[in-house]
């Protein structure tokens, strides 16, 4: 059974400092998804990442991937309130194709003025 | 282009009735899928439908679920003799099919309260 850990699950942090969350995952997969979900809305595709050694960058949050330590994480430069939301890592089948996603229980970081 | 639509946004029904949940993808995407999310948790797979066969339904929790996608584009999900523990956001999403990646993009969900 394919699990998906995320640490931690609760984040509080000043605005305009740096953190990082982490995806752990159970099996061989190489395609992993970060996801924003605001309160109370559905979920917002942020990266996909498809290769051991990926990284994206979009603004102040940057992903990056290691199949081998079966590890994503995802960091966040000079946070800004905006930021704040409940962010999600998924994994698929190894598989090529459409495959069921399978979600880690959520980091909610929260961003203090 | 328009985004996954889900119906109702909010259903509240008693213990024991039965409700139907309706999907429809973004136009062109032949993968079709269900999660449920409860609170504070991740979202959880249901079922996956390729076109209109289900190609995979281990995640319906019993057979109170049932869901159907009769032409291919828009799904419904049914759920029978509603329990309190079937309240959920139940959330849709479809991606494309042949895509090298399995990017999936999500409905707003439906907000389902079991009294």
């Known amino acids: 059974e394919l699990k998906v850990e995320q640490n931690p699950l609760f984040l509080s942090m000043q605005e305009g400092k740096n953190y990082t969350i982490y995806c752990n995952y159970s099996?061989?997969?190489?395609?992993l998804y970060w996801y924003r979900q605001d309160p109370g809305k559905s979920l917002e595709s942020l990266f996909v990442l498809l290769s051991n050694g990926a990284v994206k960058q979009e603004g102040r949050l940057m992903a990056s991937l290691d199949t081998k330590a079966r590890l994503s994480t995802l960091h966040i430069t000079a946070a800004v309130h905006d930021l704040s939301a409940t962010y999600f890592c998924?994994?698929?089948?190894?598989?090529?194709?459409?495959?069921?996603?399978?979600f880690g229980t959520g980091t909610r970081l929260t961003i203090i003025p | 282009g328009a985004g996954v639509s889900q119906t109702p946004s909010n259903k509240v029904t008693e213990k024991g009735k039965y409700v139907e949940l309706r999907c429809d993808p973004i136009s062109g995407h032949t993968a079709l899928y269900w999660y449920r999310q409860s609170l504070g948790q991740g979202p959880e797979f249901l079922i996956y439908f390729q076109g209109t066969g289900a190609a995979d339904d281990s995640g319906l929790p019993n057979d109170r679920f049932f869901a159907v996608r009769p032409e291919g584009s828009v799904s419904t999900l049914k759920i029978q003799r509603t329990e309190r523990g079937d309240s959920a956001v139940y959330l849709c999403?479809?991606?494309?099919?042949?895509?090298?990646?399995?990017?999936?993009?999500f409905g707003p969900g439906t907000r389902l309260t079991v009294l």
């Open positions: 999403a479809s991606s494309l099919q042949g895509a090298q990646w399995n990017e999936q993009f």
């Open positions: 099996t061989t997969s190489d395609r």
């Open positions: 998924a994994v698929d089948s190894i598989n090529f194709g459409n495959e069921k996603l399978t």
